[in-house]
């Protein structure tokens, strides 16, 4: 799910099964974020209320306003206006995607995503991404860790 009210706000705009083209995301001013610009399918639009169902957020009601599902060749990418942590399948299923019948699913999330997606994963793969929240502790700026200290599993020794 990318959070961008201008591309959301723009599938609405044209309406499902039209063609959009428009720059989408890398709006965050985080250094190596940039917009990938394309032309998408409006395959589905939603007015983006629902209600959760997984271990993390169960029972949560979700506001995260105009939504929509873009296609590009066989790639469907969610949009949103607000960013919510992607942690619970239901932010899949309400634009009418079912997470458990897709051969690959792209959460960007840290750790929040595996209570509700472990289960149905065959593999996790972590990637590194521009963001607030860096994936690999090695890559923090550390200064003050006690002598000894790893700053990644089986990593080398803090010095």
């Not at 051969?103 to 590194?128: G, M, Q, W, Y």
């Not at 090695?138 to 002598?147: E, I, M």
């Amino acid at each position: 799910m990318i959070a961008d009210a201008e591309v959301a706000r723009a599938a609405h705009a044209v309406g499902e099964g039209s063609e959009l083209t428009i720059a989408l995301g890398g709006k965050s001013g985080i250094p190596g974020d940039a917009p990938f610009e394309a032309t998408f399918t409006v395959e589905r639009l939603h007015d983006g209320r629902f209600t959760c169902t997984g271990p993390f957020y169960r029972g949560a009601r979700m506001t995260i306003g105009p939504s929509a599902s873009l296609r590009i060749g066989d790639v469907r990418v969610i949009v949103a206006c607000e960013k919510p942590q992607l942690a619970d399948q239901a932010m899949y299923r309400f634009i009418g995607i079912e997470p458990t019948k897709e051969a690959i699913l792209v959460n960007k999330s840290s750790v929040h995503f595996r209570a509700d997606f472990a289960p149905i994963a065959e593999t996790i793969l972590v990637c590194k991404a521009p963001g607030p929240m860096l994936a690999d502790p090695a890559d923090f700026p550390w200064k003050r860790l006690s002598p000894g200290m790893r700053v990644r599993p089986n990593g080398p020794v803090f010095g």
